[in-house]
């Protein structure tokens, strides 16, 4: 996969934007479901996501190889993600969470059940929104997007053993959220 | 195993990928790694439950436009240059009169200078030393517009001031110290009419002492200029003039004469008497006193 990704790379290097156009085929959805997990709200997450792939486009012509395209991606979905969280902070605290009624739960149960997942759904991003930047990105990246600890760590540019203790700070805070919520 | 097991090992045992038999035994005997592991199912429930989140439809579309739509830097440089066989020598040209501007501008300034500063130069002598000869000063009378026109430096030069616009009436409550003295004559300083004032021929006597005032009275004639006389013109330099004015306020210039009226407790003992002999105006000034503002005086400098 990553293969193809810097495949993609050299074709726009080498002048072919639809290498570029590839990139964002492969990795749009991704990279908006990261930011959606860490803004909370469609709108803010599409901004987001087109911020990151519009860095991407201006930096790929430098990019090295040195790290995973995706790794590299995803710092900067993140840090574009965290920019645009400050910004509507104001926003978002007047706002009521984001219930989203286009997301894309499975309508195989009925109704009922739909209506059910979507407020799992809104529930559990409520959560996430509550916790604090250092705490929600390791969480989302790991526990939502499945990303091992190594590249949690390439992406955040902190250590190792930062990572896993923030990681097990935001599960607490998590848990304490979801069980709280429960009562 | 002794240890309880790490938040790691929890974490894939909730996910369902650890297949380690010592761990598993581990958690059939300790309850509270099985209790931890029951909350990180149900956690991992709650955060597995979530849907992935899809693009929505026309991302690709909207990036692509605005990767090309023309950045704001590529806007301006359209907007300033675009077309630039038009514009760049029309902003050749702007340029080369706003630089013949910046060069002619003070070329004009620079002419009109020496004009200003021989003119101002040419009628008025230089400024005067300080005062020692009367006539001398009067002769070397500056016209107004010279003290007009070098205002701005007056305060750090020995400049001499010129008589000043007619200012109002001064209130009518003053007498004259010897009138006080003698309890005969209020004095009412109409400054309409200058000449109208009774001046005490040894006015810092007066103030220095009550007996003074009263042998002041002696030569009161002698003191004052006749009433038809014209007055000497004023030779007063703003720095006398501001070291006067500390001690009170100018209340009129007229006709030459400059009267002020000063505090009698910044004045007291002989401080008076001798300023006005430091600035070389001890013959020159004639002293009167309020009966209705015994704190302060009234001093006429010609």
Redesign the interface.
């Known amino acids: 996969m990553e293969d193809w990704d810097l495949e993609y790379v050299q074709w726009f290097k080498e002048g072919r934007e639809q290498g570029f ?1 590839r990139l ?2 492969r990795h ?2 991704r ?3 990261l930011c ?2 860490m803004l909370g709200d ?1 709108g803010d ?2 901004e987001a ?2 911020e990151a ?2 860095k991407v ?1 201006r930096g790929l012509k430098d990019f090295r190889a040195e790290a995973k395209f995706s790794t590299w991606l995803y710092r900067i979905a993140v840090n574009v993600s965290l920019n645009i969280r400050q910004s509507s902070r104001r926003r978002s605290l007047r706002e009521a969470p984001d219930y989203d009624l286009e ?4 309508p195989a149960g009925g109704p009922e059940a739909d209506l059910e ?1 979507r407020r ?2 809104a529930w ?2 409520r959560g996430i929104r509550s916790l604090p930047a250092e705490f929600r990105v390791p969480l989302v990246l790991r ?2 997007e499945g990303r091992d600890y190594e590249e949690i760590a390439e992406i955040t540019g902190a250590n190792l053993g930062t990572v ?1 203790s923030r990681l ?1 700070r935001a ?1 607490e805070k ?2 304490d959220f ?1 069980a709280e919520e429960k009562t | 195993m002794s240890e309880h097991l790490s938040p790691e090992a929890l974490e894939l045992w909730a996910m369902g990928s650890a297949d380690s038999a010592e761990e598993r035994r581990h958690l059939d005997i300790c309850l509270e790694c099985a209790q931890d592991l029951k909350e990180a199912k149900e956690y991992f429930a709650a955060l597995g439950g979530l849907p992935s989140r899809k693009a929505p439809p026309g991302f690709a579309l909207r990036l692509r436009a605005r990767l090309d739509a023309p950045s704001g830097w590529r806007k301006l440089g359209a907007a300033l240059f675009f077309p630039w066989y038009f514009k760049v020598p029309m902003q050749l040209v702007g340029a080369a009169l706003v630089a013949l501007l910046i060069w002619a501008l003070p070329a004009r300034l620079g002419k009109s200078v020496p004009l200003q500063l021989a003119q101002a130069e040419n009628p008025a002598p230089s400024p005067a030393p300080p005062p020692a000869d009367h006539g001398e000063m009067a002769e070397k009378k500056i016209a107004p517009e010279r003290s007009e026109n070098r205002r701005g430096k007056l305060e750090e030069s020995d400049e001499l001031i010129s008589p000043e616009p007619p200012r109002p009436p001064v209130p009518e409550n003053l007498a004259m110290a010897r009138g006080r003295a003698s309890g005969a004559r209020a004095f009412s300083p109409k400054l309409e009419n200058p000449q109208s004032l009774q001046p005490m021929d040894e006015p810092v006597a007066a103030i220095e002492s009550p007996s003074g005032a009263a042998k002041s009275a002696a030569s009161e004639s002698k003191a004052e200029p006749p009433a038809s006389a014209p007055l000497p013109s004023i030779m007063l330099s703003l720095k006398q003039d501001s070291l006067i004015r500390a001690l009170g306020f100018r209340l009129d210039i007229r006709e030459g004469v400059v009267y002020y009226e000063l505090k009698t407790s910044k004045v007291a003992g002989d401080s008076l008497a001798t300023r006005l002999q430091n600035l070389g105006l001890g013959d020159r000034t004639i002293v009167y006193s309020s009966s209705e503002s015994p704190d302060s005086v009234v001093i006429k400098v010609h």
């Open positions: 156009n964002v085929q749009q959805d990279v908006y479901n959606y997990r469609a997450a599409e996501a087109q792939f519009m486009h997301s894309a739960a499975d997942a799992q759904e559990v991003q526990d939502i896993r097990h599960r998590m848990r979801l």
